[in-house]
């Protein structure tokens, strides 16, 4: 199957600070990728839906300001936390959908865990 | 709005038995997917069953299959002679069908395994 990667798997910062983290689809052309948060023992709840070439829409609650995603290509979504707080530590996971593919094919990442210091 | 709801925060097996997770959906569209995802505690997700809303025959992948009932809104999986790496957290998810591709999940269910 497609092999979505992510980049870093475990990131600590400081309060205060701007994370980035990467999203690539390694084996297909990704031109839908989701960004989703998921707190312990929780679902995970989609935080932004980016196409290639275009800006992010944001889930209802969202500070887009906050969480800037940036999908600059048909590989590669960033999700950059700016400012991080305490708060915003969690597990990022994204999901990309293949160009031409059936629409509930979508392939996940293995996550990302931020804590903010 | 389309809701998932996940009545089972947690589950348990004994190995090579057979449970059954339970997921009730609400909607008004008529065409539309539904999908069983398995965390493990790696914590990627992985797609174990998926169900078209259109198709009477219940989906199947080896041990794994669902009950789907669409006038219920219930779409239950169910997992034969469960194996240890079973255990994992499942999340029923929903898509309503169209361009944005988005996916609705519950709460999830954590399903042990008793050896």
């Known amino acids: 199957g497609a092999v979505v990667s992510q980049h870093p798997s475990w990131v600590i910062c400081k309060s205060g600070t701007s994370v980035k983290i990467e999203c690539r689809s390694l084996?297909?052309?990704?031109?839908?990728m989701f960004w989703y948060r998921q707190f312990p023992k929780q679902s995970l709840m989609l935080m932004a839906t980016?196409?290639?070439?275009?800006?992010?829409?944001?889930e209802q609650g969202v500070e887009k300001d906050k969480f800037l995603i940036n999908h600059a290509s048909l590989t590669l979504s960033t999700l950059t936390v700016t400012s991080a707080h305490p708060e915003d530590s969690s597990f990022y996971i994204c999901?990309?959908?293949?160009?031409?593919?059936?629409?509930?094919?979508?392939?996940f990442g293995p996550g990302t865990r931020l804590t903010v210091l | 709005a389309q809701t998932v709801t996940q009545s089972q925060p947690e589950m348990s097996v004994q190995e090579a038995e057979t449970v059954t997770l339970s997921c009730t959906y609400d909607?008004?569209?008529?065409?539309?997917?539904l999908f069983w995802y398995k965390q493990p505690p790696s914590r990627q997700m992985i797609l174990v069953i998926r169900?078209?809303?259109?198709?009477?025959q219940n989906a199947t992948e080896n041990r794994f299959s669902v009950n789907f009932q669409k006038a219920a809104k219930s779409f239950s999986l169910k997992i034969s002679d469960s194996q240890l790496g079973d255990a994992a957290m499942y999340f029923c998810?929903?898509?309503?069908?169209?361009?944005?591709?988005?996916?609705?999940f519950g709460k999830g269910t954590l399903l042990t395994v008793n050896p």
């Open positions: 999901s990309a959908k293949a160009a031409g593919t059936s629409p509930t094919e979508q392939f």
């Open positions: 084996d297909f052309q990704a031109t839908t």
């Open positions: 980016s196409n290639e070439g275009s800006k992010a829409t944001y």
């Open positions: 909607t008004s569209e008529s065409d539309y997917y």
């Open positions: 169900q078209e809303a259109y198709k009477q």
């Open positions: 998810a929903f898509y309503r069908g169209g361009s944005n591709y988005k996916l609705t």
